[in-house]
């Protein structure tokens, strides 16, 4: 769609797609589809070579003028995978403290070498980004599984949505330091949702919002992703 | 079935707009173009703190030269572990800078887009943000545009 139109403008279009079934039906002049873990269009993180060959045969397509057509890129990354990945947990430290927020408090320096190694972070949509900033969301999504009502806690449906991302960005962004394992896609995510209590306690306050109606179906629907509202 | 599998099936048949034709256009030689990524990741710039919402068909202006970049899509459907990892991944616009180093194409832009994907209301995009968008990108003598998805 928006290549047709950036097409009419005069500007030559390549589309590099994950998801054949959208190439199929929104014909964009030239579309080089990858199978590819969504989410990783270009490929795995730091592989300079297969990020190149793909930008590159993209690229070349646009000396074509037959579309619309979809070449298929023909090498494949298979699923790598739904296992959660193995991180090593610092113990509990504060046996006072809620464990989701003790457990996001003891990988602080975990995530801060990601950052200083990466020099980004993907935290601080609704947050301050660091771990201060995740606390405070966590105390809110715990008040979430306590039965209080969205809009009681002040947050829309977007913040709430964006809120469990950030802390999911926390703590995957942490694993990339902690895992003892290469990360393959989805591989944090689902250590993020499955193996670590704010995960957990996401997934549990998911299930009384829906259970009990104290958000909208969009925050049910999105505040976990798919996979992981099992 | 893997998740991955699972969603290419649930998106995979949506409805999109018909165009009446495909354009073509064929542009400048490769090695003479100068290229933009438009990505529909939803890129946001640390800063630009307002929320992307569903249904939103607006677009962001990124600098080429700004890797502070936040994935404010909506949807907590893909992998973003790869993203955090290496923004390449979903924006590749340090293979983008290494192919003009080496001859490959003309030259990077310098602003380059982001919209949201996962979007149904096709008619204010096609009307309104995506002409602007290109329009930006024809103002500055932008060829070629890789779209990538996330």
């Known amino acids: ?46 592989d300079v070579e297969l990020q190149t060959a793909v930008l590159t045969t993209a690229l070349e397509l646009t000396s074509r ?5 979809i070449v298929d890129y023909p090498e494949v990354i298979a699923e790598e995978g739904d296992e959660p990945a193995s991180c090593p947990m610092p113990p509990r430290h504060d046996p ?41 969301l966590i105390e809110q999504v715990i008040r979430l599984e306590s039965g209080e009502r969205l809009d009681d806690i002040g947050w829309d449906s977007a913040t709430a949505i964006a809120a469990g991302q950030d802390i999911r960005a ?31 306690l996401i997934r549990r306050a998911q299930k009384v919002m829906k259970e009990q109606g104290t958000a ?9 992703p798919g996979t992981q509202a099992r | 079935m893997s998740a991955d599998a699972n969603l290419r099936n649930a998106v995979g048949g949506l ?5 009446d034709t495909s354009p073509t256009t064929l542009g400048t030689p490769l090695s003479e173009a ?23 068909g607006s677009y962001t202006v990124i600098p080429a030269d700004a890797r502070d970049l936040q994935l ?14 290496d923004l390449n991944v979903v924006y590749p616009i340090d293979r983008l800078n290494e192919l003009a180093d080496a001859g490959v194409i003309g030259s990077v832009a310098e602003r380059h887009l982001s919209f949201m994907g996962a979007q149904f209301d096709f008619a204010s995009i096609i009307q309104d943000t995506a002409p602007r968008a290109a329009q930006e990108l024809v103002d500055d003598d932008v060829d070629v545009v890789i779209f990538t998805p996330v």
């Open chain 1, 1 to 46: 769609m928006l290549a047709n139109v950036f097409e009419q403008a005069g500007i030559t279009t390549v589309n590099i797609g994950l998801v054949r079934g959208q190439l199929e039906t929104s014909k964009p002049p030239r579309a080089l589809y990858v199978e590819f873990p969504l989410g990783r269009p270009l490929g795995r993180p730091d």
């Open chain 1, 65 to 69: 003028d037959d579309g619309p057509f």
């Open chain 1, 96 to 136: 006072d403290l809620h464990p989701a927020i003790d457990e996001a408090r003891g990988i602080r320096n975990a995530y801060q070498r990601n950052v200083d190694t990466t020099g980004r972070t993907l935290l601080g949509r609704v947050a301050s980004p660091d771990v201060d900033g995740v606390v405070t």
């Open chain 1, 170 to 200: 926390y703590y995957e962004e942490a694993g990339l330091q902690l895992a003892d394992n290469v990360v393959g896609a989805r591989s944090l995510e689902s250590w993020f949702y499955s193996a670590t209590e704010a995960g957990q």
């Open chain 1, 216 to 224: 909208d179906d969009f925050v049910v629907q999105y505040i976990l």
């Open chain 2, 15 to 19: 409805p999109s707009p018909e165009f």
């Open chain 2, 34 to 56: 100068k290229v933009a990524i438009v990505t529909t990741a939803g890129l946001k710039r640390s800063g630009e703190v307002e929320l992307w919402q569903p249904g939103d």
């Open chain 2, 72 to 85: 404010s899509h909506f949807s907590p459907n893909f992998d973003r572990s790869g993203i955090a990892a």
